[in-house]
């Protein structure tokens, strides 16, 4: 194992210790942390055993494991992107229902 093997391995298990460990994610569904360490256990695989991911892009008809692993990556920013799109737009809609809320209750009859 070289040294760059190493390093992602870390990094990688550092992302997954961050992501367990903060606030949100402690308050996530259980299969949002198994989906964590399934990813870590499939990049660590992926680190240490990089021609496994060309055999898999070749059953999968891509040409080299790094194209296949673009690919993976480029959905899941999409994936990524869209569900934070969609969280904002929640948001801003219940800021709005109790922007709503707060004036009705604050309201007075005219000539008060």
């Known amino acids: 194992m070289n040294w760059i093997q190493v390093l992602l391995i870390v990094a990688v298990v550092t992302i997954m210790v961050y ?6 994610s ?4 259980a299969w949002v942390k ?6 870590v256990m499939a ?5 240490v055993r990089p021609d496994d991911t060309t055999v898999l892009a070749n059953w999968l008809g891509v040409d080299r494991g790094s194209d296949l692993l673009g690919y993976a990556l480029i959905v899941a920013f999409l994936f990524t ?3 934070t799109y969609m969280r904002f737009k929640d948001l801003e809609l219940k800021y709005a229902q109790l922007a709503r809320a707060v004036a009705l209750e604050g309201a007075r ?3 008060e």
């Open 19 to 24: 992501l367990l460990r903060s606030r949100r």
């Open 26 to 29: 402690a308050q996530a569904r």
């Open 34 to 39: 198994v989906g964590y360490v399934v990813f």
């Open 43 to 47: 990049a660590i695989y992926a680190i």
């Open 81 to 83: 992107t869209i569900s």
């Open 109 to 111: 009859a005219p000539g």
